[in-house]
Each structure stands twice: as C-alpha cells, then as structure tokens.
C-alpha cells in the first residue's frame, strides 16, 4: 500500500490553492478571443477541458493543511471544523470535464463564449467550496452563479430561453439579497466574517432569523423547495447542452458550500434541524409529484433534482445527532451521486430532442448512449451496485441511526414513485416504435412501400442509416456512466477519501 506521508514533498502547497481558478480564468480569456486564435470554438472548448483536468489534479493533491489570505481560503485543515474541500473540487472538475468535452465534440453554432462563461462559473464555484469566510463565499457564490443566467438564455432567438433566464436572474438576485442581509447581521452578532466566529453566535431570536436567511439564499441555488419555481421553467426554456451544465456545478457547489458552513453551525443544531427537514420534506414530495406529470426531459429532471435535493438536506438533518458527521459526509457523496447520471441524460437529450418521445429507438441509432441512459437511470433510482444506490443507502443509515424514520420512510417511498418518470426514458429508448404515420425525407420506393403496407413506419426507420454522433459526444455520455459503475463499486474508498484524507 503507498504511503502517502512519503509523497507529501509532491503536493501543491500554498498559492496552488489558487492555481485551478487562474488556468480556468486562462481558459476564459482564450475562449473570448477564440475567432482570433487556433481552433476557434472546438478548440476554446477542447483548452477548457484540458484546463479543467489540470484543474482537478491539482485540486486532489492540494496539501490539506493549505490555507490561504488569513485562512480566508482552506483547502482542510481540520475536519472537524471544515469539510475537505478537495473531493468537492475534483467533482466539480470532472463535471466540468464532461460537458467541455461534449461541447467540443458536438456544439452547434457559438459555443465559445459558452464555454468562457462555463470556466468562469467553474473558478467560482470552487472558491466558494474553499471559502471559510462569508465575504469570499458571497463574491465567488455570485460569480458562480451570474454566467449560468447567461448560459440559460444562451440563444438570444429563444424567448422561452430568455425568459427562463429572467426567472432565474429575478429570483436568484432576490434570495441573495436575503444571503447578503443574513450575513451582515452574522457580522453584527460575532463580530467577524470568519466560518469560526460563526460557532459563537448567540442563542437569541435574531439569530434564528440570521440563519433563515442565509439558508434561504443557498436554498434557492441548490433549487430546493419551495425556492424552485425557477427551475422547471428555466431548463425547458434553454437548450439542454446548458441545462446540462446549470443543472449540476451549481448544486453541486451549493450543496458543499451548505455543508461547510453546517460544519461551523453545530451550536444552533435544534435550529438547524428542524429547517434542513420541513425543507427536505417539501422538495421530496414537489419534486416527486412534479416530474411524475411531464412529458418534457429537461422540466422532468428540473423536479428531479429537486427531489433529490431533499435526499441531501435529509442527511444534514441529522445535524445534533452523534452521527452529524457522518451525515455531512453522505450529503457531499450523495450530491454528486445525483449529478454525474443528470449530467450523462441531459447530455444524451441536447442530441436527441427535449421531449420524452425523442428517444424512441435510440437503442437502434446509438446503442451506446442507449447503453449509457440505462445505467444513469438506473443510478438515480437506486439499483445496485451504481453510485446512486450507494448514495441513497448510506443516507438511509445515518436517518436510521439519526432516528428520522418517518423521514427516511418517506425518501424510500418517493424513490420508489421516481423509477416510474425514469424508466420512462427506457421504455422510450429500447421499446417504443415509431408511431404509424408517413416518415418525412422517404425514397420513392420507401414512400409506396408505405402507401402499401408493406412497411410500417417503424420498420422504414430502423432501415434508415444512424443519424451521427461525433465520438466525442458520445465518449462524454459513456464517461458518465463509466463514472456512475466505477464510484459505484469503489463508494468505500471515495467515503474513506471524504472521512479520512490520506494526506
């Protein structure tokens, strides 16, 4: 077994905490000046992907007791104090990877300036997960958050676009003022904007009203309930190449950052308890009652993530329970768990088509991202071994030995009403057949071959040549569902990696 205390001199210490914001900063400048250099957009989009995977490594083997600024920026220095930033970091890399390499692959028109706005979203979100004081998190939550309105009104000749977009921009701005206006007042009753002071926060009314409003604003982003009537709009409004990315990164880095800031906030636990549950309750039951209604993918997935969320701020509801710890740790696993198979089918359907029928015979036209769809939703329902179950299963222990079993009940019955909008998506892909009418763009012998009966529509198209994918999109999607086995079968090592750093 390597001893990591023998490869200690070779980790990034100091301003390499730094360093995967500055190559991703590098990769935005290069993306905004694309039409004046090598590779136009493929290659502003290709950069960005090499960027984030330098990012990444460099992001897990950042030494733990790395801080930077007046520890202002932490990477982990003591884990009982901070979460380990580093896992989130690579999550947040890898994810990052994944939609680069798509957009490289298989971007349609400008994709440049997506892909600037995208590396600048990316920086932020990992300075905020890295943040141990309330003013860092606040500017490098916003700059996280400001280039995803952009992305979902991406296409300026899409109004559904536009206005999703301004629901999300409205509403977003509106809860962080509320995360602002908390903070301040955090400020006034501690007397500093350090994660630490936050632990001597007086036990008075005003500081149940401190807490509400900075929960509120980072509820917003993680689309928790009853802070998501943005979502559902603004990811049908938007192309699903973006979705793809507004629907992951930002939750992801929210989720941590709520995680981190839990930490510190273990003082106002009988709070903090009751808020993480009404919260998780709500997102559960809308979440699961809103996609089981839709026929669009991308709003399907919108309620998805929303109830997922609430599986997330189930497990920091055992916050004041000797197993908190613990619930902090499944929370990070379990987020991630939910947005690598999002990620993989929001993917697949920027290819295919936003609604549900768009996938008929997509087993025929490409069997491996038909492939690849099967284990993603699989994932987010909870079949074993994939990380999705993995995910749910160490939730389900730490409500069990946290004793929420009502709410752990209810998560298990709200998976169980999930698998019926998912396998949806399967039946699409490997059952139905295209329905009866005459297919458009037919041969003279196809048309009359029709007219006669003597093939159906189905059977015209399973003869017509595949529609292409570049191999890029398609080594994205597999990559997803690669991922989803792989942390799957390993979720010990990854859970002993997030508990117990190596170094």
């Known amino acids: 077994m390597v001893q990591f205390h023998t490869v200690t001199p070779l980790l990034f210490k100091g301003y390499a905490l730094l360093f995967p914001e500055a190559l991703l900063i590098i990769a935005a400048a290069w993306a905004l000046f694309a039409d004046r250099l090598p590779g136009r957009d493929r290659g502003a989009a290709a950069l960005a992907a090499g960027a984030a995977l330098v990012a990444g490594v460099i992001t897990g083997l950042t030494a733990a007791d790395t801080a930077l600024f007046g520890s202002k920026l932490i990477a982990s220095i003591n884990p009982r104090d901070f979460s380990d930033s580093r896992f989130g970091g690579v999550a947040l890399c890898v994810l990052a990877l994944i939609w680069f390499i798509w ?29 141990a ?53 955090a400020f006034g009753l501690a007397g500093t904007t350090h994660y630490v002071g936050l632990q001597n926060l007086p036990r008075e009314p005003l500081t149940a009203v401190v807490l509400i409003f900075m929960f509120v604003g980072i509820f917003a982003k993680m689309s928790a309930a009853p802070f998501h009537f943005w979502a559902p709009d603004a990811y049908a409004g938007a192309e699903p190449w973006s979705v793809a990315f507004a629907a992951t990164l930002p939750k992801v880095a929210a989720s941590f950052v709520l995680v981190r800031l839990m930490t510190v906030l273990q003082p106002q636990s009988e709070l903090l308890k009751w808020t993480l549950l009404i919260a998780a ?20 997935m919108a309620y998805s993530g929303v109830a ?27 987020v991630v768990a939910y947005a690598l198979p999002t990620m993989g089918i929001l993917l697949i359907v920027a290819s295919e088509g936003g609604s549900i029928s768009a996938l008929t015979g997509l087993s025929r036209r490409r069997p ?50 999930s698998a019926f909008y998912y ?70 090592l990854i859970i002993t990696w997030i508990t117990k750093p190596p170094y």
């Open 103 to 131: 957009t490289a692959a298989a971007g349609k028109g400008r994709t440049a300036e997506a892909t600037a706005l995208a590396c600048l979203s990316l920086a932020g979100a990992l300075l905020a997960i890295q943040a």
């Open 133 to 185: 004081d309330l003013i860092v998190l606040l500017l490098a939550l916003e700059l996280s958050a400001l280039p995803v309105y952009v992305l979902i009104g991406y296409r300026r000749g899409r109004a559904p676009g536009f206005e999703g977009a301004l629901k999300y921009f409205l509403l977003s701005m509106l809860t962080s003022l509320f995360l602002f206006y908390g903070a301040s007042f």
């Open 281 to 300: 309750v709500l997102s559960m039951l809308v979440g699961v009652l809103g996609a089981l209604t839709q026929k669009d993918i991308r709003r399907m």
């Open 308 to 334: 997922n969320i609430g599986f997330v701020l189930l497990a920091l509801g055992v916050v004041g329970t000797p197993v908190a710890g613990s619930g902090l740790y499944f929370a990070l696993f379990f």
């Open 368 to 417: 491996v991202a038909a492939g690849a769809l099967v284990v993603c939703t699989l994932s987010l329902i909870g079949v074993p071994p994939l990380m999705g179950f993995f995910g749910k299963f160490f939730i389900f222990l730490a409500g069990v030995a946290g004793h929420l079993l009502p709410f752990v009940i209810l998560m298990v019955v709200v998976s169980v009403i």
């Open 423 to 492: 396998l949806r998506l399967v039946k699409a892909a490997f059952f139905d057949v295209p329905e009866e009418t005459a297919p458009a763009c037919l041969s003279d012998g196809q048309y009359f071959s029709w007219m006669l009966g003597i093939k159906g529509a189905g059977q015209i198209e399973a003869d017509r040549p595949a529609r292409h994918t570049p191999l890029g999109a398609e080594f994205a999607v597999l990559l997803c569902a690669l991922l989803t086995i792989a942390a799957g079968i390993g979720s010990s």
